[in-house]
Every structure is written in C-alpha cells, then in structure tokens.
Nanobody, 123 residues
Framework: QVQLVESGGGLVQAGGSLRLSCAAS????????MSWFRQAPGKEREFVAG????????HYADSVKGRFTISRDNAKYTVYLQMNSLKPEDTAVYYC????????????????WGQGTQVTVSS
C-alpha cells in the first residue's frame, strides 16, 4: 500500500511562490510515475506535472510550463512542486498521485492519491 502525504499549501498573493511536498512511503518507487494534479471548485481534476522516478523525466501541463517545477529527493522519497509566478487561476486543491507504468496525464491511471493541500492565490 502506497501512502502519500502532501504539505506546503497556503494563501499567497499573485506573483508569489509556494513549494508543495509529497512524502511517499510503503513501496520502492523506482517503477512509479509521480504526478501532481489539481482541482478547482466546480471543475474536473487536471494534470499539472509528472515525474518518472527512475530517470527523472518530467512533463508539464501547458498552463504551468515555465512557472512550475517538479522534482524529487531520492533519499527522502519526496516529490516537490515548486510554483512560481502564481496566478489566481492556480487556486485549487493540489493532489499528489502515484502510478505504476508509463507516464500518463490520465487521472484514472493513478491508483494512489494523497489527501490534497489547498493553494489559494489572491489577486
């Protein structure tokens, strides 16, 4: 069983930065894809960024490319999402997710989810 625990959300002004963390446990993650999704009120959960644990390859949604960076700390089994130049439209609950297999942006391919952390960006 994979456990994922997010932290680091909060309230920030537009243009500011936040760093989210996702602490993973319960498995070795060398074959996993670790991703961040977000869900705003009244909207579907959407892919934000993904990382292939084995080789560090990253993928980003067009809406965050150039502003967000996903990274990992192998020793701590932790995945980070550095969010810069935040916009009000980035406001959402952010979820960490893990999937075995090939990199995917499809949320239904992810069987392990964290509880989510709220990010609110004020204008």
């Amino acid at each position: 069983q994979v456990q994922l625990v997010e932290s680091g959300g909060g309230l920030v002004q537009a243009g500011g930065s936040l760093r989210l963390s996702c602490a993973a446990s319960g498995r070795t993650f060398s074959s996993y894809i670790m991703s961040w999704f977000r869900q705003a009120p009244g909207k579907e959960r959407e892919f934000v960024a993904g990382l292939t644990w084995s080789d560090g390859t990253t993928h980003y949604a067009d809406s965050v490319k150039g502003r967000f960076t996903i990274s990992r700390d192998n020793a701590k089994y932790t995945v980070y999402l550095q969010m810069n130049s935040l916009k009000p439209e980035d406001t959402a609950v952010y979820y960490c997710a893990a999937s075995r297999g090939t990199a995917t942006r499809d949320r239904y391919e992810y069987g392990n989810w964290g509880q989510g952390t709220q990010v609110t960006v004020s204008s």
